[in-house]
Nanobody, 115 residues
Framework: QVQLVESGGGLVQAGGSLRLSCAVS????????MGWYRQAPGKQRELVAT???????NYADSVKGRFTISRDNTKGTAYLQMNSVNTEDTAVYYC?????????WGKGTLVTVSS
C-alpha cells in the first residue's frame, strides 16, 4: 500500500516562507509525477505545482515565481518551497503521486497565512 505523508505546514505571516515535504512509503524510485494541490475553505481542490521524474515542472499562474517544487528521487520525496506567501495561499496542501495509472494522495497539511 503506497502512502504519502505531508509535513511542514503551519502558521506563517504574509511575506514569509514555508517548506512542505512529502514522503512516499514504501520508497519508490519510479514515480512518474509528483505534485502539490491545495484546497481553500469553500473552494475546490486546485493544482499548485507538479514535477515529472525527469524534472519538468508545471505551476499554477497564481504561484509562479513564488513557489518552487522539487523532488529527491533517491528518497522518494517531494518538496514545495513557498516564498512571499499571502493570505490567498491559506489552504490544506495535498501531495499527489502518479504511478502508471494509479493516483495516490496524502491526507494534507494545513497552511495558514496571517496578514
Amino acid at each position: 500500500q503506497v502512502q504519502l505523508v505531508e509535513s511542514g505546514g503551519g502558521l506563517v505571516q504574509a511575506g514569509g516562507s514555508l517548506r512542505l515535504s512529502c514522503a512516499v512509503s514504501p520508497r519508490i524510485f519510479s514515480i512518474d509525477r509528483m505534485g502539490w494541490y491545495r484546497q481553500a475553505p469553500g473552494k475546490q481542490r486546485e493544482l499548485v505545482a507538479t514535477i515529472t521524474s525527469g524534472g519538468t515542472t508545471n505551476y499554477a499562474d497564481s504561484v509562479k515565481g513564488r513557489f518552487t517544487i522539487s523532488r529527491d528521487n533517491t528518497k522518494g520525496t517531494a518538496y514545495l518551497q513557498m516564498n512571499s506567501v499571502n493570505t490567498e495561499d491559506t489552504a490544506v496542501y495535498y501531495c499527489n503521486a502518479l504511478l502508471g495509472l494509479m493516483n495516490y494522495w496524502g491526507k494534507g497539511t494545513l497552511v495558514t497565512v496571517s496578514s
